[in-house]
């Protein structure tokens, strides 16, 4: 619903055919676990309070994930580098069992989705396999690093939008109304 009502926020108070749908069917569900079925018109001022605290709560969550993904991503680059030294320390020990499984997560820019986080697993043969990852990530850890700072910003504009709309919720719940009152007329 807190994205929804992003949408709202954004389209100038509109949403689309298919996001309008998506109200219906959230609006649905929220009416069978908080039991809304009964419910009279008089009672609407509840239920948008109801609407406002799950848009608010779904609003907070969001913005938690958002905080977390940014203090994840100021750390990509130390992890990166912690990532080529044990990579090093794989090639350069003698007594290393082959195959060595390994991960690393690094920014890329996707055509679909744009900036996203990538996770890398790697299965490595021998030491001269853990070298030469070693080398590619160490490498490429500066064009990386550009765009994990891309996605920060990103981050930082998107946590913005969040934290604007708290305020637009209550407003949002009593657009939804008219959608509130065909859900009530279904379940009466």
Same mark, same amino acid.
């Given at each position: 619903? $807190?994205?929804?009502?992003?949408? @709202?926020? #954004?389209?100038? =108070?509109?949403?689309?055919?298919?996001?309008? %749908?998506?109200?219906?069917?959230?609006? /649905?569900?929220?009416?069978?676990?908080?039991? @809304?079925? =009964?419910?009279? %018109? &008089?009672?609407?001022?509840?239920?948008?309070?109801?609407?406002?605290?799950? *848009?608010?709560?779904?609003?907070? $969550?969001?913005?938690?994930?958002?905080?977390?993904?940014? #203090?994840? &991503?100021?750390?990509?680059?130390?992890?990166? #580098?912690?990532?080529? &030294?044990?990579?090093?320390?794989?090639?350069?020990? *003698?007594?290393?069992?082959?195959?060595? +499984?390994?991960?690393?997560?690094?920014?890329?820019?996707?055509?679909?989705? =744009?900036?996203?986080?990538? /996770? +890398?697993?790697?299965?490595?043969?021998?030491?001269?396999?853990? =070298?030469?990852?070693?080398?590619?990530? +160490?490498?490429? /850890? +500066?064009? @990386?690093? !550009?765009?994990?700072?891309?996605?920060?910003?990103?981050?930082?504009?998107?946590? !913005?939008? @969040?934290?604007?709309?708290?305020?637009?919720?209550?407003?949002?719940?009593? *657009?939804?109304?008219?959608?509130?009152? %065909?859900?009530?007329?279904?379940?009466?």
């Amino acid at each position: 619903m $807190a994205r929804l009502a992003l949408e @709202w926020e #954004k389209q100038s =108070g509109k949403l689309k055919v298919r996001q309008r %749908e998506q109200l219906r069917r959230a609006l /649905t569900v929220a009416a069978n676990i908080l039991s @809304w079925e =009964g419910a009279s %018109e &008089k009672e609407l001022d509840a239920i948008t309070r109801d609407i406002t605290k799950l *848009a608010r709560a779904g609003t907070r $969550a969001i913005r938690r994930d958002l905080e977390r993904e940014t #203090k994840i &991503k100021r750390k990509e680059i130390d992890l990166l #580098k912690a990532a080529v &030294k044990t990579l090093r320390k794989v090639a350069e020990d *003698a007594e290393s069992d082959y195959p060595v +499984e390994f991960s690393y997560s690094y920014t890329a820019r996707s055509p679909a989705r =744009g900036l996203v986080t990538k /996770t +890398e697993p790697l299965t490595l043969a021998d030491a001269g396999e853990a =070298g030469a990852a070693a080398d590619n990530v +160490e490498k490429r /850890t +500066e064009t @990386w690093d !550009k765009l994990r700072l891309e996605m920060i910003e990103e981050l930082k504009v998107r946590e !913005k939008q @969040w934290a604007d709309l708290s305020g637009s919720l209550s407003s949002f719940a009593k *657009a939804a109304q008219g959608t509130v009152k %065909e859900i009530l007329a279904i379940l009466t």
